[in-house]
């Protein structure tokens, strides 16, 4: 369960996040919409304590993050999996190597057996044969599966945030991923997508969260959602309604 | 008052990483696969750079100690004079300009993108300590291997001021190299030899620091690496005169 209250954050003098409170519970499909620099991936780096908020409390599971270090964190962050925009795939290695990292860094698992798994992973989304080119030769959607299964290899994540999963992807690569993302949640598991496509989000959420000017200005299912008078999500939906 | 607190809390954060680089090289886990890939960007991948710029700047200290030496008779100390200016002062202090240059700006620039991918965050959400996965081994690799580029810079420089002085000066090689061992004394290798461990480790920080606060999309990594380049040249020839002045007065040199 994460539950945001009273959160606010600022680069410097920017404000990013005022006065920010949600709860969402662990099974949750969750989108936040809103523009860009609106602070939406901000939130997803309050909840795994990667920023710290300057006013407000961030609870995981009713644990306050606020004081803990690094070492605190890491049980916390066990508890998700994420994505990063783009993949945030490591440079100097390759795809095998990115898959394997957190197993490396986490299990006493042998050469073999982190071999085995990795390439059952790969084979999930069939880049098993891709597992020694490096990052910078694959396609954007081979970046997102790649970036996916990494994030899925080492634990097994009570809940999924996804940063902008299908931006820059073209419609059937962004299909993949989004049906990847509800794959990967079949078993109870929630996630907290962060995008600006609305498309997607009607895909794979059940709530949505729209932030403007750094202020939550809606939380609500899908019927309220089309229903909202909030200009900046008319915008939105109208390219819904194109499609 | 607002840049002058930002300065000072920049200060302390850049502090606070070169003394827990250092720390925590000692520290579990060893990333040595890590480590030996920086010791070959930073030392083999500089070695070529080295040997030309030394090369080079040997022959030329030659060229003119040799211009100046025999208008007052006494061309016969150009190795000598060579022999000290290289490995007491320019030895070090160019091998790692040039060090800063090519590395430096390479630590930083590869730290500000990975900044900027979320690289650096992914290692956070893994657990990984990024100082010591990325810090620990490019400090590491900086302070072996700038020793070594030095040394090798300076056997190069006196080479070059040795073809110099016979081919083009015609001065005795035997007197030139016996000059050259007569340099070789303690008191000066030591002179030499404990600033570029000194150089590495600054470059080393400065660069790593200034990759790790990369701030603002490609532009950003721009000024990162003009940022780490301009402010390790400066402090390698600040700290160069600031231990100059340390190791004479401690190895007993009257100035």
């Excluded at chain 1, 369960?1 to 920017?14: L, P, T």
């Excluded at chain 1, 962004?174 to 907290?192: E, M, P, T, V």
Aim: hydrophobic share 45%.
């Amino acid at each position: 369960m994460i539950e945001f209250d009273h959160v606010s954050f600022s680069y410097g003098a920017r404000p990013v996040l005022e006065d920010v409170s949600f709860l969402v519970h662990a099974d949750e499909r969750v989108a936040i919409l809103g523009g860009s620099g609106d602070g939406k991936t901000t939130i997803l780096k309050l909840i795994l304590g990667l920023l710290k908020p300057d006013s407000g409390k961030i609870l995981i599971d009713g644990e306050d993050i606020e004081d803990k270090t690094e070492d605190d964190l890491k049980e916390i962050r066990t508890k998700f999996s994420i994505v990063f925009q783009e993949g945030a795939l490591f440079d100097s290695l390759s795809v095998k190597e990115n898959v394997a990292f957190g197993l490396r860094e986490y299990t006493k698992m042998s050469e073999r057996e982190i071999d085995q798994k990795v390439r059952v992973l790969l084979r999930k989304v069939g880049l098993e044969e891709a597992m020694e080119l490096m990052p910078e030769q694959l396609s954007g959607g081979m970046h997102r599966r790649v970036a996916i299964m990494r994030s899925v290899a080492a634990f097994e994540p009570k809940m999924f945030l996804y940063d902008e999963p299908t931006t820059g992807l073209d419609p059937v690569n962004a299909d993949i991923i989004c049906k990847l993302i509800l794959d990967l949640s079949q078993h109870g598991n929630g996630f907290i997508v962060v995008t600006h496509k609305i498309f997607d989000a009607v895909k794979l959420a059940k709530r949505f969260m729209f932030l403007r000017n750094s202020t939550m200005v809606f939380d609500g299912n899908m019927e309220k959602l089309l229903h909202s008078s909030i200009p900046e999500i008319q915008i939105f939906l109208r390219e819904l309604n194109l499609t | 008052m607002k840049r002058l607190k930002e300065l000072f809390s920049n200060l302390q954060d850049f502090y606070l990483l070169s003394i827990q680089g250092l720390l925590n090289v000692g520290r579990r886990p060893f990333y040595f696969k890590d480590l030996i890939e920086q010791m070959d960007y930073a030392g083999a991948g500089s070695l070529i750079i080295i040997l030309l710029v030394s090369l080079f700047i040997g022959m030329a200290l030659s060229l003119q100690l040799s211009a100046e030496l025999s208008r007052v008779g006494m061309k016969m100390y150009t190795g000598k004079v060579v022999g000290v200016s290289i490995i007491r002062e320019i030895g070090p202090v160019l091998t790692a300009l040039v060090f800063a240059g090519r590395v430096g700006s390479g630590m930083a620039s590869e730290l500000g993108s990975m900044v900027l991918g979320h690289q650096v965050d992914s290692l956070r959400v893994f657990g990984v300590d990024p100082v010591k996965k990325l810090v620990c081994p490019r400090i590491l690799s900086a302070i072996v291997m700038l020793p070594v580029l030095t040394i090798i810079g300076d056997a190069i420089s006196l080479l070059g001021g040795y073809l110099i002085a016979v081919f083009v000066s015609h001065q005795s090689g035997a007197v030139y190299w016996s000059s050259i061992r007569d340099v070789f004394v303690y008191e000066n290798v030591l002179a030499g030899s404990v600033k570029p461990f000194i150089f590495g480790y600054l470059i080393a920080c400065i660069s790593c620091y200034t990759g790790l606060s990369t701030k603002g999309g490609a532009i950003g990594l721009r000024r990162t690496t003009t940022k780490a380049v301009v402010i390790s040249f400066i402090t390698i020839i600040v700290s160069d005169f600031i231990l100059t002045r340390i190791l004479l007065y401690v190895l007993g040199f009257s100035v």
